[in-house]
């Protein structure tokens, strides 16, 4: 590690930054860690805002994390603004600038939102899932627009609490990241528990007679008391600008995670070789697997390994838990290495391995998909 290693800054309070800092501190880095964050919350499960947290009646902690133990100067609910490249030094909305030797960039994502109406919920950070929770209380009448996962599981979290609740989507749920087969286990268990599913080619969010409602793509009207859009992200690259870092709204990394020598990239912004073309993967599991690789990278540079990422995802929707490593969706028809259609099944394709209400942890699941 180069003598004149003495700071880092890691510009995100995320799951990504969070092991950034933790990796570089095991690798040996021992001068001055900075933690920007724009959240006023420290670090926590972001997975379960959209499942637990929706659906506890009293218990208030299962976002929560360990206690860091980094020993990082956290500077909370503070933006960044700028990066001034030639000077090493990222500028905050409060005015001040930190220097760094090297940089994390994990400032990930935000919600896509339909319209500028402050009606129109979306759930990412920790605030919007205890907005939300609260709205859930009155038992409000729910529209939820988008059809994939965090759509279906926070359409999921409102039955539960005793809404009725109606989802518009783009086509059948979850088809675009599941396939056929384990779309149709889902959305059969949503049906059967009383949701509405309407299928448009496209939506609006709109203001109508002094109330919010969901336009439908050949003019029909959906009114609900409660409007919640879960129809994608969008990278928070803006702070980036005029640096030449970012491309097509995303950050391009190199094996290591890094864009240059002294700058990482990761997290929901990062977009990163894969076997499959460059991809960028958004899923908790794919930030703690950059970030391990470019905190390295950034202290030993090309003796670091590369990424050797294997997705794994896991959704709780309908009372189906279900656990998935490797690519998604799978084509062609699987085979059942335990358990049979209709209920519990362990499920095999050459490039996925499956978990429906099975509680079987990652190492297994990947000797399952390997075997």
């Not at 076997?275 to 697997?289: D, F, H, N």
Request: glycine content about 10%.
């Amino acid at each position: 590690m180069s003598a004149q290693l003495q700071r880092i800054v890691i510009a995100g309070n995320g799951i990504a930054g969070l092991t950034a800092a933790h990796t570089l501190r095991d690798a040996g880095f021992e001068g001055e860690l900075t933690i920007v964050g724009d959240e006023r919350h420290p670090a926590y499960s972001r997975p379960a805002l959209s499942k637990a947290l929706l659906l506890d009646d009293a218990d208030l902690s299962s976002h929560h994390l360990p206690a860091p133990t980094h020993g990082a100067i956290e500077l909370l609910g503070v933006r960044a603004t700028g990066l001034d490249l030639e000077r090493a030094r990222i500028r905050l909305d409060d005015g001040e600038e930190l220097p760094y030797d090297r940089l994390v960039v994990a400032t990930g994502s935000r919600a896509r939102r339909l319209s500028d109406l402050p009606d129109e919920h979306t759930l990412r950070g920790l605030d919007d899932a205890l907005a939300l929770r609260d709205r859930l209380a009155s038992r409000p009448s729910v529209v939820v627009v988008g059809g994939g996962p965090l759509g279906m599981e926070i359409a999921s979290g409102c039955l539960a609490a005793g809404c009725r609740v109606t989802m518009v989507a783009q086509g059948r749920p979850l088809v675009l990241q599941l396939g056929d087969r384990l779309a149709d286990v889902l959305t059969e268990a949503a049906l059967e528990r009383g949701l509405t599913v309407v299928e448009t080619p496209g939506a609006t969010v709109e203001r109508a007679d002094g109330a919010t409602c969901v336009v439908l793509h050949d003019g029909s009207v959906l009114e609900a008391e409660l409007v919640v859009s879960a129809v994608g992200d969008v990278p928070n690259t803006e702070w980036l600008a005029g640096t030449g870092l970012t491309g097509a709204g995303v950050v391009p990394v190199d094996g290591r995670g890094l864009v240059r020598p002294e700058i990482a990239a990761v997290g929901d912004l990062a977009s990163f070789p894969t076997p499959y073309g460059r991809r960028r993967v958004p899923l908790w599991s794919s930030a703690v697997a950059q970030s391990k690789v470019a905190a390295a990278a950034l202290l030993r540079g090309a003796e670091a390994p590369t990424l050797s990422f294997q997705s794994y995802f896991w959704t709780e929707q309908f009372g189906i838990s279900l656990k998935a490593i490797g690519v998604l969706p799978p084509s062609g028809e699987p085979e059942y290495v335990d358990g049979e259609p209709g209920g519990a099944a362990l499920l095999r394709w050459p490039e996925a391995a499956v978990a429906l209400n099975y509680r079987i942890p990652i190492p297994r699941l990947r000797k399952v998909l390997a075997a």
